[in-house]
């Protein structure tokens, strides 16, 4: 692990060139972004405001942090999910003087631990994609939450719902950005790119072919459907369980077979979970799981799969 204190912790600073190469990869399909960046890097509208974040650690993340800072900001970054880090891209930004905590593979407490050392630049805004940074903010710092952070931004449904349960009990101190109810977010990012990046997970992981598998997708909202017509538009057998009725007809309609999660274990030979709910396949699925099926998850937390 290479660190300075308060500065950065990332798994291997050697990495850092090759995160470059990646984060430049990545700046060269993000016109938006790097045409803001070109707009407002003279004026520096973010000058004086300290961000915190809690977001995937990844190349096209990379972009939007270094556009913050390029356009004065303060940044200090934790990864939201300790799996979707990318060691080189952290190097990278830590080599660029940015403040970042965080390496594939982290524990639960190292995860906390990240999210703390991001606090202690006293914010005034926060990014979240999950809202544990939030959550941290209101458990641990309330004076932050009181006073100093003037909003955040939540990018994730899962997020937005455990926020908007705060915010009824009168328990959110600040106002929260909801990115996932843009349009272009759960329209276009969680259908087309969850769709995408789900499958290409899975085959990178596994090389598995997937014409003729038959696919089992629990949750027929955005995510799911994303997913679930991808694969069936590589030749797989999608099977969708899902509990809202209205979600059900529509994934009849659109092709899938539906049933429920008791049927699916038996025939299924890859798993996807995309409900944003807790334990969707339990120890009584796996008992009754063809041997060597392959079971992943692409909702928010890992928790939808009770190992
Ligand atoms: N991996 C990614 O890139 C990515 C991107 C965006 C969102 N997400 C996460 O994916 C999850 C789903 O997001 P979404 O936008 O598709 O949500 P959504 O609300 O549109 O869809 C969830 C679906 O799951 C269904 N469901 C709930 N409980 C179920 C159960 N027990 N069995 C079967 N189906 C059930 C719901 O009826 C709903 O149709 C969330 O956790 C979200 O944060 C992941």
């Known amino acids: 692990m290479d660190e300075v204190k308060g500065l950065y912790k990332v798994r291997d600073m050697s990495l850092a060139e090759e995160g470059k190469k990646r984060i430049a990869w990545a ?10 960046k070109e707009k407002y890097i003279a004026s520096k ?19 939007l942090v270094k556009t913050f800072a390029a356009c004065g900001a303060q940044v200090s970054w934790s990864g939201c999910n300790p799996l979707s880090t990318n060691d080189s891209v952290a190097a990278a930004l830590a080599d660029e003087k940015i403040s970042i905590f965080a ?24 990014l979240d994609d999950g809202a544990d940074l939030i959550f941290t903010v209101h458990n ?43 349009e272009t977010k759960w329209d276009f990012d969680n259908v ?19 014409a003729g598998k038959n696919v089992v997708v629990a949750g027929y909202g955005h995510c799911g459907k994303g997913v679930a017509l991808r694969a069936k538009g590589m030749g797989a057998n999608v099977i969708v369980t899902e509990v809202k009725p209205t979600a059900a007809l529509k994934a009849t309609l659109e092709g899938m ?7 699916a274990a038996k025939i299924g030979d890859i798993f996807i979970t995309a409900t944003g709910v807790k334990d969707i396949v339990i120890e ?17 937390y890992d928790c939808e799969l009770n190992l």
């Open 27 to 36: 700046e060269s399909r993000m016109p938006v972004l790097m045409a803001l």
């Open 45 to 63: 509208p973010f000058k004086g405001y300290k961000i915190a974040g809690c977001l995937h650690v990844t190349k096209e993340t990379a972009v």
């Open 103 to 126: 390496w594939h593979g982290m524990s639960v407490k190292e995860f906390y631990w990240a999210i703390d050392e991001t606090v202690k630049i006293k914010p005034n805004l926060t």
């Open 140 to 182: 641990k710092y309330p004076e932050l939450a009181e006073g100093t952070i003037l909003g955040g931004t939540e990018e994730t449904t899962t997020g937005v719902h455990r926020l908007r349960a705060m915010a009824d009990d009168g328990a959110l101190r600040y106002p929260v950005i909801a990115v996932n109810d843009a």
């Open 192 to 210: 087309y790119g969850t769709g995408q990046s789900t499958l290409d997970g899975i085959i990178r992981a596994t090389s598995v072919l997937l």
């Open 257 to 263: 077979r539906v049933m429920t999660m008791d049927e």
């Open 284 to 300: 009584k699925h796996f008992a009754k799981m063809k041997d060597g099926a392959i079971v992943c998850n692409t909702g928010h």
